[in-house]
């Protein structure tokens, strides 16, 4: 009996240490795992950051693992987002045939592999200006639900004449299907002019200038003189004028104005117009035809607002912006996206001025 209960004491001594022995091996392959994965990701995330990101390896763990393209504060840019946009817009070039125009478009030789960088950080600055403007949008309580994006997008198919044909040439073009079209153009429009109507209807330098053109347009209607109401109301150059600006063509005028301004008999005033720089109220001082063409001599009162575009940039003077890309940084004083590279800078600002025969340079 004795001896069988110390077999037994032995036996579960053996299934303890078996089991340990188990729980110590799997331990130790969680942890060799996790070594991997940690050594794997700094494999990757010095190659893309330190030595830059176009090779096969860097792009495939891209699409599986957020490696961030950008930073601003606590929201980041997703370089798997980047690579694809930059991807579409290579492929819209390289889809069409500019052989007509007497133009060209190679991103396979070393200038042509520049151009594409070129326009890489064009894309990229236009990401950050989008995320700074969903998130300022959100932050007011903009929220866009599916059914109006749907809606939206409806509307953006007619103008494009049909869903087959939108599908068809994005496909082509972009390599999009509708869900790309509604993430990557729509909702970034969306979101841009709901943005633009809240702050002109909310912020206080717009709604003070609202209500001072208003108090004009109200003077002149209780029978005040165009000119004193410009002395009380008007601010600009024209301001110093009486409010007069002279003779125009309608090619020669914001389209917002012409619009309005040609359409206005001689003597009568505008309601009010709203432009990208402000308020105004236009008084058709004369009309006549000249060369063929109709042109008005008109004063205005005008009341001026900060773009839409100064915004924006207060937005991103105010945002901790950092982009840690081998190729690129941020400007705090240009506010925007720029190249590291002295080569590059040099042979942007060469191909801007003087893009040739490249079309990719040119639209």
């Known amino acids: 009996m004795k001896k069988e209960s110390e077999g037994k004491k032995n036996k579960k001594k053996e ?34 950051y330190g030595f830059g990101k176009e090779n096969a390896l860097t792009i495939k763990s891209a699409q599986i693992i957020p490696f961030p393209a950008a930073f601003l504060g606590y929201d980041t840019i997703s370089l798997n987002d980047l690579n694809n946009r930059t991807v579409s817009v290579k492929r819209f070039y390289e889809s069409q045939d500019f052989s007509s125009l007497g133009m060209r478009v190679d991103f396979n ?34 929220v866009l639900s599916s059914e109006i994006i749907s809606q939206e997008v409806d509307r953006k198919m007619k103008e494009y004449g049909s869903e087959n044909y939108l599908k068809e040439n994005m496909a082509r073009l972009y390599g999009w299907d509708i869900a790309d079209f509604e993430n990557y153009i729509v909702k970034p429009d969306m979101y841009r002019d709901k943005l633009a109507e809240n702050i002109k209807k909310n912020d206080p330098e717009y709604k003070k200038a609202k209500e001072k053109i208003t108090k004009a347009q109200t003077e002149l209607k209780n029978g005040s003189a165009f000119a004193d109401t410009v002395k009380k109301y008007s601010e600009g150059e024209s301001a110093k004028n009486g409010g ?118 040119m639209f």
Request: glycine share 4%.
């Open 109 to 142: 030789t070393d200038d042509g592999k520049k151009r594409l960088q070129i326009k890489e950080k064009a894309i990229l600055n236009k990401m950050i200006e989008d995320k700074i403007i969903k998130r300022e949008a959100k932050k007011r309580g903009i």
């Open 244 to 361: 007069s600006l002279g003779w125009f063509r309608a090619d020669q005028m914001l389209p917002e104005i012409a619009l309005t301004a040609f359409s206005l008999e001689k003597g009568k005033t505008s309601d009010i117009i709203e432009s990208a720089v402000g308020y105004h109220l236009i008084k058709v001082e004369d009309k006549k035809e000249e060369n063929g063409e109709n042109i008005i001599k008109i004063s205005q009162i005008f009341v001026r607002v900060s773009p839409i575009s100064e915004w924006l940039a207060n937005q991103e003077k105010n945002t901790k912006i950092f982009i840690p890309l081998k190729d690129y940084f941020w400007n705090k004083d240009s506010l925007s996206v720029e190249f590291k590279s002295e080569e590059m800078k040099k042979f942007e600002e060469n191909v801007l001025q003087n893009p040739s025969d490249d079309a990719s340079m």
């Open 15 to 48: 299934e303890v240490a078996e089991k340990k022995d188990k729980k110590v091996k799997a331990v130790t392959i969680a942890y060799s795992a996790v070594i991997f994965v940690v050594a794997f990701l700094l494999l990757v995330g010095i190659t893309i």
